[in-house]
């Protein structure tokens, strides 16, 4: 049966997340999700929705979330991978995995505002290749004991980086991507697949090659999970993206004040189930 999760846009003004996960899990979503906006330029070649820049840091919230629920998964959608430090986003992310018990469901990407990422260190045109770096950095650093990098973008000595994370052997890595080489990352070296706005038929076809490319790399399709972000929340939306091969769907919440977010979820629920 597919999973149902919950995503938000928490800022200064909306709901508590601690609030919000709470009612989460007691309406029984399996998960919440967050996003990441580290700054917004004020000059932009391609301007974005002004509420982005009131983004609060998305791993301090879900540990706020964590705190206030027992089984919720937490999900991120998306951290900027090549926009942190990889030691440290290890250690961040270790610790809220540690502490929530192994909830954590990594949802990253590498960005799309040229202006931010290149003020964050971000090699904007080569993101890709730079954020897959950086997991492979982590992925030492969760699992080694004694843990080194030597590549193009990042390079450490042996270190220790503690705590390790409760999920074995780290918290799934989830790409948030449509771009044209999603499907052969994922297969390589990622646990999930996160798009937004697609149709059933794109999830069908997106489930049918991560399949194919799965058994190439010698993976079990099924270690590789679908959720499926701006899905209309009706039931009859839902029934359709879950024959198409979606093994979760997160439906969305506006960016809301004075409790109308609260309100919103629970009007969501309603109708769902």
């Not at 948030?176 to 937004?196: C, V």
């Not at 309100?263 to 189930?273: G, L, P, Y």
């Amino acid at each position: 049966m597919v999973r149902l999760g919950v995503s938000t846009i928490p800022t200064a003004r909306s709901t508590d997340i601690a609030v919000l996960a709470r009612r989460a899990e007691e309406l029984g979503f399996d998960s919440i999700w967050v996003p990441e906006q580290h700054t917004l330029p004020v000059r932009v070649e391609n301007p974005v929705p002004r509420l982005w820049g009131d983004i609060v840091d998305p791993l301090v919230a879900l540990a706020r979330a964590s705190a206030a629920t027992t089984k919720l998964k937490l999900g991120t959608a998306v951290v900027v991978v090549p926009a942190r430090n990889p030691i440290t986003l290890a250690k961040e992310t270790a610790t809220l995995d540690m502490y929530s018990g192994g909830r954590l469901l990594f949802g990253i990407g590498v960005g799309g505002l040229r202006e931010e990422g290149e003020l964050l260190g971000v090699d904007f045109d080569h993101r890709w290749t730079q954020g897959r770096e950086a997991v492979e950095a982590m992925k030492k650093l969760w699992t080694e004991e004694e843990s080194e990098h030597h590549g193009k973008y990042y390079d450490f000595p042996s270190v220790y980086c503690f705590p390790k994370p409760a999920s074995k052997p780290h918290p799934p890595i989830i790409l948030g991507s449509r771009a044209p080489n999603a499907f052969k990352r994922i297969a390589a070296w990622g646990d999930g697949w996160l798009p937004l706005d697609i149709t059933p038929k794109d999830v069908a076809a997106g489930r049918a090659e991560l399949d194919r490319l799965a058994e190439m790399n010698g993976r079990d399709p099924a270690s590789i999970e679908i959720s499926v972000m701006g899905v209309p929340p009706n039931p009859e939306s839902i029934h359709r993206y879950e024959e198409a091969g979606a093994d979760r769907i997160v439906l969305g919440i506006e960016g809301e004040e004075d409790g109308r977010d609260l309100e919103a979820m629970e009007m969501i629920a309603s109708n769902v189930t």
